[in-house]
């Protein structure tokens, strides 16, 4: 994987895929389909605000939770990556 060191408050993760439903149901929409939680590989130092640095509330290994859509994939060569702003998170697995 090629280095990938997110800014600000940005948070590089490894989206969880929602688990594949069996018995016949049929998924109206791909919404569902779309991660909305994932372990976090890499973290931004955080965003300046009103001069003072405010650091981004999780660590690598984190399992976090985000509004839906706010994940943004970016494709650089054959490989992608996966960011949110930490301002979008909903909250952190402990």
């Known amino acids: ?3 990938f060191k997110p800014l ?3 948070i590089l993760v490894d989206p969880i895929k929602p688990p594949v439903i069996k018995g016949g149901l049929v998924v ?3 919404d569902f389909l779309k991660p909305v939680k994932g372990t976090v590989l890499a973290v931004g130092p955080g965003k300046r605000e009103k ?3 405010v650091e981004v509330p999780v660590k690598v290994g984190d399992v976090i939770m985000w509004t839906k859509g706010a994940l943004q994939t970016h494709k650089v060569g054959d490989e992608e990556f996966n960011v949110v702003a930490s ?3 909903i909250g952190v697995e402990r």
Do not use: H, I
């Open 87 to 89: 301002s979008q998170l």
């Open 8 to 10: 600000q408050d940005l």
């Open 51 to 53: 001069g003072e640095l």
């Open 28 to 30: 109206a929409s791909e």
């Open 1 to 3: 994987m090629t280095a």
